[in-house]
Each structure stands twice: as C-alpha cells, then as structure tokens.
C-alpha cells in the first residue's frame, strides 16, 4: 500500500524550530519529486516547498523562504522539512504529498502533522 | 488572498448538477495546468481531477475538469450527500515559481 507517515510536530515557542519528518512505503521514493502542503486553522492549502527526486533542486514559498529547508534521504524513503525562527502564523496541518506529473498535481498524500507555535 | 479564485460556497440538492469556478492569471492556469483536490471533513486533501481533466483511478466519472484560457471548473453531476466537502484547484505559477492553491470552495449538499 502507497502510504506516507508525517511525524515530528507539537508545540513550539515563537522563534523556535522544529523538524518534520515523512516515511514513505509502498512506492518508489527516490524516483518522485516530493512537496509539503500546509493547511492553518479554518484556512485552505498553502503549499510550502517542494524538492525534486534526486534532492538536488528545492523550491519554496515566498512565506518561508529563508526560514525553511526541504530535504530527503532516499536511503531512508523519508523526506524532511526543517523549520527555524517559527512564527504564529506557521500554525498549521503540515502536509507532505508525493507529485505526480508535475508539481501541482499530488497523488498520494500524507494524514498530516500539527505544528503550533505559541508561546 | 490566493492566486486563484474560487466562489467560498456553493450548494446543491442531491442528483443535481454543481459547477465550481477557479479563475487565474496567464502566469499559472493560461500557461500549466489545473488539478483539483476534495477534501472531506477531517482529512487530508486527495487529488480528484488533474491535467485539467483527467480522472485518477476510482474517482467517478460524475466529476469532470475544464480549462479556459485563464480559467478552469469542477462540474460535479448526480450529486450525492458523500459530496459534502471542500474542493481546491491549483496549478503552477510560472512568476512565484511555486504551486498556487485557490482558497477553497466549500461545497453543502442540501
């Protein structure tokens, strides 16, 4: 069974950091680019970043540019997201999702972890 | 305030036919194309049109994609209470360099 298996969230004081993690099982790791997707309380789908299958090129969002880094570890079929200088508004599901043809369209997706930040 | 819009809300009574909007620019849906996501209450989103109107593997054939120009729809025909959810297009933008989601429309089976 495809599945991915996000870890790593809880709570987290403003200007802290934390590290997401995603086990993926069932499929290919390395062969799919990979993207995070976040969701805030009551809000829509943010996406977040996105890395290619190799690893060797990322893409963020404008909102957590600088603050952010996507990573993988193929080795391990996991896929990581590390979070530093947090911010209220990085309260949020964190989503990773598994690209399929090009990056908007995810096909498999994961159960999601919180993240809140608060002090 | 998202790169693509959609209506926040609409509404249906069971074996009806809804239509939902997602309007963009030439930077994302005029020049990539649009996927579509449910998500029902509760859970992670799963992807429900791509390519602007492909159907994955088990999604019924009474929901269908179309693109525009700059703008796409999810039509949604017979439709049913398991319905109820939040629907969300999104598509590339060629300026952000990143995946840009509509807000989401939440759709009320009556």
């Known amino acids: 069974e495809v599945q991915l298996l996000e870890s790593g969230g809880g709570l987290v004081q403003p200007g802290g950091s934390l590290r997401l993690s995603c086990a993926a099982s069932g499929f290919s790791f390395s062969s799919y680019a990979m993207s995070w997707v976040r969701q805030a309380p009551g809000k829509g789908l943010e996406w977040v970043s996105g890395i290619t299958d190799s690893g060797g090129s990322t893409y963020y969002a404008d909102s957590v540019k600088g603050r952010v880094t996507i990573s993988r570890d193929n080795s391990k079929n996991t896929l990581y997201l590390q979070m530093t200088s947090l911010r209220a508004e990085d309260t949020a599901v964190y989503y990773c999702?598994?690209?399929?043809?090009?990056?908007?369209?995810?096909?498999?997706w994961g159960k999601g972890t919180t993240v809140t930040v608060s002090s | 305030q998202s790169l693509l819009t959609q209506p926040p809300s609409t509404s249906g009574t069971p074996g009806q036919m809804v239509t939902i909007s997602c309007s963009g620019s030439s930077s994302n849906i005029g020049g990539n194309t649009v996927n579509w996501y449910q998500q029902l209450p509760g859970t992670a989103p799963k992807l429900l049109i791509y390519?602007?109107?492909q159907r994955p593997s088990g999604v019924p054939d009474r929901f269908s994609g179309s693109k525009s120009g700059t703008s796409a729809s999810l039509a949604i025909s017979g439709l049913q209470s398991e319905d109820e959810a939040d629907y969300y297009c999104?598509?590339?933008?060629?300026?952000?360099?990143?995946?840009?989601f509509g807000g989401g429309t939440k759709l009320t089976v009556l």
């Open positions: 390519n602007n109107s």
């Open positions: 999104a598509a590339w933008d060629d300026s952000l360099n990143g995946v840009v």
């Open positions: 999702a598994k690209r399929r043809i090009r990056w908007s369209c995810m096909d498999v």
